[in-house]
């Protein structure tokens, strides 16, 4: 009852404050007064110091409200809300899903394309920037957690939210959860690294157990969550709802406390899943710091078993230790928020930078006889209905946005050739007249999609509906054929031999038509490259077996090991429709001179860890300006045991039409290391370390050496 009166007293408050009046209940100069008698509201210490004294006069009940949400929400607006504690001056928690876009059906805010599209780049500046996008429309809506970014490895290809995660690739998610966490959390809210760990798939989740071993957990599935804390400092992680090794993830000693909390170093806090919180006892003594969104094990029961002894008061301590220091570290007892989920946060330049992102991750997979760009033409068939008035500009689930509005490829592509070509349009639900409508035109563009959610896997890797008998009527009729995928993963073409030109989109945001309509024409010379591999057939997937996906008893076997996504083909010498990294362009690029420095790489326990450097250079040999992006793998010696080549470093490039530019990329150590379960630890077995330089995981023209030698 104490608790309820003081959250009406404090809502009370916060209208007043929004609306711009003195306080009712208390007035400004009796508040700035209150503050300046609370020492933790000095700014000049460190967040561990404050947070230890603001501790020291918190009662049991004001450190329980810390652990635990408030469902139902007092408010509509957020998705995660912990109210605020006048009495000590603690703002609230304001959380809100940002995947793509501040979700919980804002309006006003800007739908960008989905995270694989801006992974498609490789350019980890554009991913920074969509960071601080996300971040900026989230403080602006008076969110300060934004529950983005997902990093989760896309082990299986119909993994409902491979759309929202990034790749296949430890290193390469790893590289863009840094720069999306900074750019989130350089505008304002603290961003959360989802979900952790081997929430790998959607069917069945509140209950499968991912039965992975050590080294692969920590050579796979951990580094881009290492990354996001050691480079990103991220200030918050979400534990999943799966088990690993049989054990919850917001209840497992092994994850949260041992490898999260001790070996990354993780300072700020866990907090659970909607719903994925399991226990009252466990969950705290083996690192889960809040309870989501409710307070069923985090509330009466927690209290009580404190109280009783059950948990000692040093563990509730240290769970709100971590919250109250990640808040003052963040500053949200400091810096003035006056958004809120009213405030119109678009803009012209977040529409314009939403646009840069759909073109930027543009892949151009397939122009037999140069088939695009496209020249002037008299006349154009588009087909599908994501052509017509409903795109798949977005996956679903919390990474939903409410559009503002969103571009058909049907309308971008009128509006670029401006009534000079005829353009005309059919769903495509009768493949009879789909046919003799291409066969009337000069080019037939055929627009195709998949649905990808949250809470449920794809059931193969098909294009559902009739879309696969639409390509190939389309494509009988007219020879000048091209697909667009509005895909937020793989998916299989039996048709691909009769279509000289494919692309896939992705999820483009709102900015759709215009996006597609620019790399169609050639106002913008396509650069994205794939961040995950596209089979043949499917069976020769990494995870083909039901054992591996979706399970069986309940448990879902990691039994590839490392061998995930190109390391699979690799390993198997199996030949993938389009492999991890590819992407053509509307130029042609070549690499040349490649040499890495040191030769010799000593390494020792005592000595602090070096680095590699590949030097090449990268020439634009073709007529346009384009973009490419160099991508250096390395080979480890056969006794490693691991994959055959693996991506260690990335650079894009820009180029003028005949230039050249000398690139230099580095590889850390970690680059020539295995983890060692029995020493639990990272080592650099001696050896000769073969490095390969290209342009996709199965283009690799250079090559160089690196023998690393212990003492």
Known sequence: M????????????????????????????????????????????TPEQRADLLLHVMTLDEKITMVHGVDPLPVKEYVGYVPANLRLSIPAIKEADGRAGVGNGATNVTLLPAPIAVVSSWDTALVHRYGQVLGNEEWGKGTNVSLAPTMDIIRIPEWGRSFESY????????????????????????ANANMYLTMNEEDKRFERNSVVDLRTLHEIYLPSFEAAVRDGHVGTVMCSYV?????????????????????????????????????????????????????????????????????????LDGHVRRILATMFRFGLFDKQQTGTWATNVRTPEHDAFSREVAEEGTVLLKNADRILP??????????????????????????GVVAPYVITPLEG????????????????????????????????????????????????????????????????????????????????????????????????????????????????????????????????????????????????VYNEKLNVGYRW??????????????????????????????????????????????????ANTGKRPGAEVVQIYVEQPAKNGEPPRQLRAFAKVTLQPGETRHVELTMNQRSFSIYDPAMHTWRSPDGMYQIWAGTSSRDLPLHSAVTVSGP
């Open 413 to 556: 592509i009128r509006k670029r050739v401006a009534g000079k070509t005829g353009v005309f349009y059919d769903p495509g639900d009768n493949l009879e007249r789909a046919a003799d409508v291409a066969r009337h035109a000069k080019v037939a563009i055929v627009f195709v999609s998949s649905d990808e959610t949250e809470g449920k896997d794809r059931p193969d890797l098909e294009l559902p509906g009739n879309q696969d008998a639409l390509i190939s009527a389309v494509a009988e009729a007219n020879p000048k054929t091209i697909v667009v995928l509005n895909t937020g993963g793989a998916v299989l073409m039996p048709w691909l031999i009769h279509v000289p030109g494919l692309i896939e989109a992705w999820y483009p945001g709102q900015e759709d038509g215009n996006a597609i309509a620019a790399v169609l024409f050639g106002d913008v010379n396509p650069g994205g490259k794939l961040p995950l591999t596209f089979p043949r057939i499917a069976t020769e997937i990494p995870t083909a077996s039901p054992e591996q996906w979706p399970g069986t008893n309940g448990n879902s």
């Open 569 to 618: 083909y690799d390993a198997k010498d199996v030949q993938p429709l389009f492999p991890f990294g590819y992407g053509l362009s509307y130029t042609t690029f070549k690499l040349s001179h490649l040499s890495v420095t040191p030769q010799r790489l000593e390494v020792s326990a005592d000595k602090p860890e070096k680095n590699v450097r590949a030097d090449l250079d990268v």
């Open 2 to 45: 104490w608790r309820f009166k003081i959250r009406v007293v404090y809502f009370a408050l916060l209208a007043s404050c929004l609306a711009g009046l003195a306080g009712t209940f208390v007035s400004q100069t009796a508040f700035a007064k209150q503050r300046s008698s609370q020492p933790w509201m000095n700014p000049t210490l």
């Open 243 to 315: 088990k690993t090794n049989g054990v919850f993830a917001c209840e497992n000693q092994d994850l949260l406390n041992d490898m999260l909390k001790k070996q990354l170093g993780f300072e700020g806090w866990v907090m659970s899943d909607w719903g994925a919180t399991h226990s009252t006892v466990a969950s705290a003594e083996n690192g889960l710091d809040q309870e989501m969104p409710g307070d069923k094990y985090y509330g009466a029961s927690l209290k009580a078993a404190v109280e009783n002894g059950q948990i000692k008061m040093t563990i």
């Open 374 to 399: 496209l020249a002037d033409t008299s006349s154009i068939a588009v087909f599908g209905v994501p052509g017509g008035s409903k795109p798949s500009a977005e996956g679903g689930g919390s990474s």
């Open 167 to 190: 790749s296949e690739d430890p290193y390469l998610s790893a590289q863009m959860a840094v720069s999306e966490v900074r750019g989130i959390q350089s505008e304002g809210p603290i």
